[in-house]
């Protein structure tokens, strides 16, 4: 059952994928507003920017956990004969992509560095990420502020959503 739920979850990334490489997105096509297309838009690219160096089961299924919420706003006006069984398919595929997420997802790195740098006992992590941060404001961080400023000029939310997506990699030093 998780297996099939994986497997969709690679059809709806590979749906898209298309959707993005044509200029649009799920909530583009599903004619919502320009405000809901943008966010996804940043979303997918936040998602990219914070790391996905290949597509895996965990990046899949975060992206049609993206499709699927937006698949759901669409049909949020129940009332509507067509939407009345639409809704509940939409939000049973929006918890198959959770469980996706759940089943082969590890977080781990990315919450310990959150618990160490919350933890204001030990000075070592914040001197880590000072080191970190000196290193990467020589050429990283100029990079990422060029991009995401570009972006948003050109009201480009993608690259906006991998900018701040890179932002998060150099400040958290770890990857999804």
């Known amino acids: 059952m998780l297996h099939e739920s994986a497997m969709k979850?690679?059809?709806?990334?590979?749906?898209?994928?298309y959707l993005l490489e044509q200029g649009s997105s799920v909530a583009g096509e599903l004619d919502l507003d320009a405000l809901f297309v943008d966010v996804e838009q940043f979303l997918y690219g936040f998602l990219d920017g914070w790391s996905f160096d290949e597509i895996n089961v965990c990046s899949?299924?975060?992206?049609?956990?993206?499709?699927?919420?937006?698949?759901?706003?669409?049909?949020?006006?129940?009332?509507?004969?067509?939407?009345?069984?639409?809704?509940?398919?939409?939000?049973?595929e929006f918890e198959e992509a959770m469980n996706t997420i759940f089943a082969?997802?590890?977080?781990?790195?990315?919450?310990?560095?959150?618990?160490?740098?919350?933890?204001?006992?030990?000075?070592?992590?914040?001197?880590?990420?000072?080191?970190?941060?000196?290193?990467?404001?020589?050429?990283?961080?100029?990079?990422?502020?060029?991009?995401?400023?570009?972006?948003?000029?050109?009201?480009?939310?993608?690259?906006?959503?991998y900018g701040s997506g890179q932002t998060v990699q150099v400040v958290l030093d770890s990857n999804l």
């Open 104 to 161: 082969y997802c590890d977080f781990t790195h990315v919450y310990d560095v959150i618990a160490s740098l919350i933890d204001f006992q030990s000075g070592t992590e914040w001197m880590k990420l000072l080191a970190r941060l000196s290193g990467a404001a020589i050429i990283e961080i100029p990079q990422i502020i060029n991009t995401i400023d570009t972006a948003w000029s050109d009201g480009d939310y993608y690259n906006v959503g």
């Open 9 to 17: 979850a690679y059809q709806k990334r590979s749906k898209i994928e």
């Open 60 to 92: 899949t299924g975060l992206y049609s956990a993206i499709g699927s919420f937006f698949d759901c706003l669409e049909y949020r006006e129940i009332w509507i004969p067509s939407n009345t069984i639409a809704l509940p398919i939409a939000i049973n």
